[in-house]
């Protein structure tokens, strides 16, 4: 880290500004003589070489300055990058502490911006303190309406995105009960099915009993169940193809052999892996009068152990999505804390995934060993759900949605990338503008990536970037490894 760069300012001599000069500024024509001599009192004249930084961004605005000569420009830090907002000359601009006649609300102001002299250049300086008393001594009124200002301004924003908040909630909330309501089916189908396989079982177990088989014939069907589960649970997936020849071989043999209900146990002899080799084991095991019982008594095996794992699968994916719920809502942790950016992207996906469809292609470029950030977990999850949002918009319902993840010096980067037809080059600058939707009205509230900028770049010190042409679209997250001095 090189030292910061210090500020260059220094007195002028004489340091005093007379009634005159001081009413030439745009700003104190109209006072009094009293006024004027009261603020030439309470100001100095300072300047700063060409080049010199005048004042830092983000440091304690303690003064208020007024440009008398030179050209000065106003830059922010935006990522690793400055950018200039402002570049004047005009005689009586100013800047700094403006803000100081605001009630302090507990909130230490900072500078918004830094300020450099491109040349020489001469400054009317206040302190912040003084400038603030002598604002709400001599305008009372006018303070109270700037501060309804200031105040109205700041509510407003926190509504917008409560408001957004509340509508992504519900969309959410939408989705989640409908990718919910599927497993949970599911589960219950599977369910009664199983209650009439394992009625099935148990009648047939009565029947083997009756038929007063041996001992050794009962052990015998009891170890080949044990492993035909065993086989199906290794069983490869067939293509469409192979299960249907499959089941013609099978449905053949036990055809041939007049088992009850050939046709109906074929499929399932199929999907669980079972050959004619399998079969024919069986055949050579019980006795010939026992053979329908025995194929019968496997079926059913293999059946309830195939609706036993779908319930697994079903509630499983229940608690998955309730897991990723609660991750993504952040239901049960603190508001600031270390966090791999991984698991809020992933349980962003899982709440996103009715939206995406089957026609996305989700391909994830994780760097697992990338370090934690400092964060706030559930406004970021907001940052993945607005862009991963546009890039399934923007693709409409077919493409690939690219997640990558890498380091770059002291900053963990996330892209989101879409095969989309991108954003033209004259729409780049204005997408993070609050309101600005190229979206049918209803569709798009156009504050998605505006909230989303706010929340890294002043949330998390970080920064968001678009990178796109037609057919590759990205947006770049770069989040800092180290927390901002000032969160
Ligand atoms: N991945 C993308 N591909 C193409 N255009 C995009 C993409 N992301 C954003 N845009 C453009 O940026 C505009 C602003 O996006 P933003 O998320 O702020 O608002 P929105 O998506 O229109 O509405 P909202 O997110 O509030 O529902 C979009 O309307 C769209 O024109
Ligand atoms: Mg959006």
Redesign the pocket.
């Known amino acids: 880290m090189t030292e910061p760069e210090a500020v260059r300012l220094v007195p002028c001599e004489p340091g005093r500004l007379t009634n005159d000069e001081l009413r030439s500024l745009f700003l104190f024509e109209k006072l009094s003589d009293d006024q004027l001599t009261w603020i030439g009192e309470h100001g100095c004249t300072m300047r700063v070489p060409a080049g010199g930084l005048v004042l830092r961004e983000g440091d304690p605005a303690d003064q208020f300055f007024m440009l008398l000569s030179g050209t000065i420009s106003l830059t922010r830090r935006v990522g690793d990058d400055d950018v200039q907002t402002v570049r004047t000359e005009q005689r009586g601009v100013y800047m700094g502490a403006t803000q100081a006649y605001l009630r302090d609300d507990g909130v230490p102001r900072t500078y918004q911006a830094s300020m450099r002299a491109l040349d020489d250049a001469e400054f009317f300086v206040m302190p912040a303190a003084d400038f603030g008393h002598m604002m709400r001594d001599w305008f009372p009124m006018a303070i109270h309406l700037l501060e309804g200002l200031a105040l109205g301004m700041r509510e407003r924003q926190a509504v917008v995105s409560e408001r ?1 908040r509340l509508a992504a909630l519900g969309a959410l909330s939408a989705g989640l009960m409908h990718e919910l309501n599927n497993p949970a089916a599911a589960a219950s189908r599977a369910t009664s099915a199983l209650r009439q396989r394992v009625a099935g079982m148990r009648h047939k177990l009565g029947m083997l009993a009756a038929g007063k088989v041996a001992p050794a014939q009962l052990n015998a069907l009891v170890e080949l169940q044990e492993e035909v589960i065993e086989r199906a649970a290794k069983a490869p997936e067939l293509t469409a193809m192979q299960a249907a020849d499959r089941e013609d071989e099978l449905g053949d043999w036990m055809d041939e052999r007049q088992i009850t209900g050939a046709w109906d146990l074929a499929p399932v002899f199929a999907q669980g892996g079972i050959d004619l080799d399998c079969l024919t084991a069986i055949e050579r095991k019980v006795d010939p009068g026992l053979l329908d019982q025995a194929v019968h008594w496997i079926g059913y095996a293999m059946e309830t152990e195939q609706l036993m794992s779908d319930i697994e699968d079903a509630t499983g994916r229940v608690s998955s999505l309730v897991s990723a719920a609660k991750q993504y809502s952040q239901m049960d942790r603190a508001a600031h804390q270390w966090i791999d950016v991984h698991a809020g992207i992933d349980s962003t996906l899982v709440m996103l995934n009715h939206k995406i469809g089957d026609g996305i292609t989700v391909v994830k470029h994780y760097d697992r060993a990338l370090p934690q950030v400092p964060a706030h977990p559930a406004e970021l999850n907001q940052v993945w759900t ?2 991963i ?3 399934v ?2 693709m409409n319902g077919a493409g690939t949605l690219t997640i990558s993840t890498y380091a770059d010096d002291d900053h963990v980067v996330v892209s989101v990338g ?1 095969t ?4 033209p080059e004259n ?1 780049r600058k204005r ?2 503008e609050p309101f ?4 049918p009205v209803g ?8 909230i ?1 900028y706010r929340i890294v770049v002043n949330g998390h010190g970080g920064d968001i970037r678009l990178e ?1 042409q037609p057919g590759d ?1 990205r ?1 770049l997250v770069r989040l800092p490894v180290t927390e901002p001095p000032s969160a």
Request: charged share 10%.
């Open positions: 957004q607005n862009l949002d546009n890039a918009q923007a879409d989309g037809p991108g954003v729409l997408v993070f600005f939707t190229t979206k569709q798009g509230t156009g504050l998605g990536l505006d989303s796109s679209t947006f």
